[in-house]
């Protein structure tokens, strides 16, 4: 039998990452209840993080040898730019290792300068990992599909083998700089008309603005916020929701951050929903009462009616769920309760629901077909090539405005900010204006 210490260091990897995420789901099972709140999100936090970095190793000992120990065996090995380069490379896998820490240590009223540069670090990471991959299937196909894997020359072979990383790194370069120049830019503001039935026609082109997935944290902070809200006074909006996702951070901590959303002041109101990263903070009863200090009500599966300005009599009514990360989590007294959302929501009267995730809508849906509208978010179109297929795959509903059945539309943001790393590939950080349409 094969000990621990006889295992190649990617498996040993693996195993310290099967370990950790056991030892994530026994906390969530059975301890969940016994720690104290601060304990669990520390807990919860620095499980999260380790996990993470486990299976980050894996990769991280790939990217070392494609990048470095290729090179040692050639000629550019006794280059002066080889010591350099392996401390750069060494540096670079550090920062982006570091990246998941700094929501435990790094985390202020505007971002510290390491943290940008750790959570940029991670999406190169990530970009870098998929072409080495890439490049690397492809050149295996090429030497199944031609036959001349062994009878390459050794020179050209080494050549070959050297054009790889230096063609990924390139690669990888350009589009950091591309994506963090996007994510730079102010969201585009996305002007949407949505039909829906059973409105009334006095409440024909009321404008909802919808925010999602703003990520207040180690990467975006008050300046950010504040250019947010200024833009959405801008569109002068009858509603403004925030279908979760808006910190990762504890309340207490935060807070001089988010102060600009203070001067939100939507005539019919401004609510808020929970995102799965609400609940990572462990901070949601002090969330909630923060924001109510904001005049912004958090929609806790509960619903309100929205009154026309023109008369008492028209009405429809906007309900929000808790996002169903609650559930996994075991957070007491929260889980998406849709039957209880929609208590007194009648299909007489348009319902418009507010779910942080597209599974959510979807789950939805099943249970009230009658909902005529959900807003939600959580996919952010992807944020950065190459994550866009897994957030399609594992997603009902990824961006942009879905028609379910004869009277019923979902809207899934692609996110006003983004989490955690500072760039956008293939997506847009996005402020969604909605026009509701009377039939």
């Given at each position: 039998?094969?000990?621990?210490?006889?295992?190649p260091?990617?498996?040993?990897?693996?195993?310290?990452?099967g370990?950790?995420?056991?030892?994530?789901?026994?906390?969530?099972?059975?301890?969940?209840?016994?720690?104290?709140?601060?304990?669990?999100r520390?807990l919860?936090?620095?499980?999260?993080?380790?996990?993470?970095?486990?299976?980050?190793?894996?990769?991280?000992?790939?990217?070392?040898?494609?990048?470095?120990?290729?090179?040692?065996?050639?000629?550019?090995a006794?280059s002066?730019c080889?010591?350099?380069?392996?401390i750069?490379?060494?540096?670079?896998?550090?920062?982006a290792?570091?990246?998941?820490f700094?929501?435990?240590?790094?985390?202020?009223?505007?971002?510290?300068f390491?943290?940008?540069?750790?959570?940029t670090?991670?999406?190169?990471?990530?970009?870098?990992?998929?072409?080495?991959?890439?490049?690397?299937?492809?050149?295996?196909?090429?030497?199944f599909?031609?036959?001349?894997g062994?009878?390459?020359?050794?020179?050209?072979?080494?050549?070959?083998?050297?054009?790889?990383?230096?063609?990924?790194v390139?690669?990888?370069?350009?589009?950091?700089?591309?994506?963090?120049?996007?994510?730079?830019?102010?969201?585009?503001?996305?002007?949407?008309?949505?039909?829906?039935?059973?409105?009334?026609?006095?409440?024909?082109?009321?404008?909802?603005?919808?925010?999602?997935?703003?990520h207040?944290?180690?990467?975006?902070?008050?300046t950010?916020?504040?250019?947010?809200?200024?833009?959405?006074?801008?569109?002068?909006?009858?509603i403004t929701?925030?279908?979760?996702?808006?910190?990762d951070?504890?309340?207490?901590?935060?807070?001089?951050?988010?102060?600009?959303?203070?001067?939100?002041?939507s005539?019919?109101?401004?609510?808020?929903?929970?995102?799965?990263?609400?609940?990572?903070?462990?901070d949601?009863?002090?969330?909630?009462?923060?924001?109510?200090?904001?005049?912004?009500?958090?929609l806790?599966?509960?619903?309100?009616?929205?009154?026309?300005?023109?008369?008492t009599?028209?009405?429809?009514c906007?309900?929000?769920?808790?996002?169903?990360?609650?559930?996994?989590?075991?957070?007491?007294?929260?889980?998406?309760?849709?039957?209880?959302a929609l208590?007194?929501?009648?299909?007489?009267?348009?319902?418009?629901?507010?779910?942080?995730?597209?599974?959510?809508?979807?789950?939805?849906?099943h249970?009230?077909?009658?909902?005529?509208?959900?807003?939600?978010?959580?996919?952010?179109?992807?944020?950065?090539?190459?994550?866009?297929?897994?957030a399609?795959?594992?997603?009902?509903f990824?961006?942009?405005?879905?028609?379910v059945?004869?009277?019923?539309?979902?809207?899934?943001?692609?996110?006003?900010?983004?989490?955690?790393?500072?760039m956008?590939?293939?997506?847009r950080?996005e402020?969604t204006?909605i026009?509701?349409?009377?039939p």
């Amino acid at each position: 039998m094969i000990s621990f210490k006889q295992l190649p260091l990617e498996a040993k990897a693996a195993v310290a990452a099967g370990l950790v995420f056991f030892s994530m789901m026994l906390s969530r099972s059975y301890l969940a209840e016994q720690l104290e709140l601060r304990t669990r999100r520390w807990l919860l936090r620095l499980q999260m993080a380790l996990f993470a970095n486990a299976l980050m190793l894996i990769g991280s000992l790939h990217v070392w040898r494609s990048t470095v120990t290729t090179f040692s065996r050639s000629s550019a090995a006794s280059s002066l730019c080889f010591i350099p380069w392996k401390i750069a490379v060494f540096m670079f896998l550090a920062l982006a290792h570091s990246s998941f820490f700094t929501l435990l240590f790094l985390v202020a009223e505007e971002p510290y300068f390491f943290s940008l540069a750790a959570y940029t670090c991670l999406g190169a990471y990530i970009i870098l990992i998929f072409f080495l991959f890439t490049l690397g299937s492809v050149e295996q196909a090429y030497k199944f599909l031609a036959g001349r894997g062994a009878k390459a020359g050794t020179g050209n072979k080494n050549s070959r083998t050297a054009m790889k990383p230096v063609l990924a790194v390139m690669l990888t370069v350009v589009l950091t700089i591309v994506g963090l120049l996007n994510a730079s830019r102010p969201p585009t503001v996305n002007s949407v008309e949505v039909p829906v039935h059973k409105l009334p026609s006095s409440m024909n082109n009321l404008k909802v603005v919808l925010l999602s997935d703003i990520h207040l944290g180690p990467t975006v902070g008050k300046t950010k916020l504040a250019m947010i809200v200024r833009m959405v006074k801008a569109l002068k909006p009858d509603i403004t929701v925030i279908v979760g996702d808006l910190t990762d951070s504890e309340a207490e901590i935060i807070r001089p951050a988010v102060e600009p959303l203070g001067e939100l002041n939507s005539p019919l109101g401004t609510y808020f929903v929970t995102g799965n990263h609400e609940y990572y903070t462990s901070d949601v009863s002090n969330w909630f009462e923060l924001l109510k200090s904001f005049n912004i009500r958090p929609l806790h599966n509960e619903n309100v009616k929205i009154v026309s300005p023109k008369s008492t009599d028209d009405w429809f009514c906007l309900a929000g769920v808790d996002d169903i990360e609650a559930d996994v989590l075991r957070y007491s007294g929260h889980g998406m309760d849709l039957k209880k959302a929609l208590g007194d929501c009648s299909s007489e009267h348009a319902i418009v629901l507010l779910a942080h995730q597209p599974v959510a809508a979807k789950w939805a849906l099943h249970e009230r077909p009658d909902i005529n509208l959900i807003l939600s978010g959580h996919t952010h179109g992807g944020q950065i090539f190459p994550l866009h297929a897994g957030a399609y795959f594992l997603n009902p509903f990824f961006v942009g405005l879905y028609k379910v059945g004869q009277n019923t539309f979902v809207y899934v943001s692609p996110g006003t900010m983004y989490f955690g790393i500072p760039m956008r590939l293939g997506s847009r950080a996005e402020i969604t204006e909605i026009i509701l349409r009377s039939p």
